[in-house]
């Protein structure tokens, strides 16, 4: 009798909400006192996103939301122009790390201090 094959590592989950993929944004402009990070969280909440956003000591905000697919598309470019009140000067896109996916919250999408 042969054994189950046990799936790679490659096939487990990253994150607590299960994402094994996901977007870091580092977002610059006047985008602190606008309120970008409530109105990220309001677009990805309508969305559907796992994440994370944050103010950064740097004054920019600091974004992570966890999968890939066409929501995730359309927060990218939300990120880009942020709520009304914001003048976003330069978006930093890059693949989430291991590290990145780890601190995904399990669901939802929350604003981190």
């Not at 989430?96 to 939802?108: F, I, M, N």
Request: net charge negative; proline share 7%.
């Amino acid at each position: 009798m042969t054994e189950p094959l046990s799936p790679t590592d490659a096939d487990q989950p990253l994150s607590p909400s299960g994402c094994t993929t996901g977007t870091h944004l580092w977002i610059t402009g006047r985008v602190q006192g606008v309120s970008y990070r409530a109105a990220a969280k309001a677009e990805a909440d309508d969305l559907g996103l796992i994440g994370w956003v944050r103010n950064t000591a740097e004054g920019a905000v600091e974004l992570l939301v966890g999968g890939d697919g066409p929501a995730v598309d359309a927060l990218l470019r939300w990120a880009g122009k942020g709520p009304e009140s914001a003048e976003v000067t330069e978006v930093e896109e890059r693949e989430a790390t291991e590290p990145d996916l780890a601190s995904l919250p399990q669901a939802g999408f929350e604003i981190r201090r």
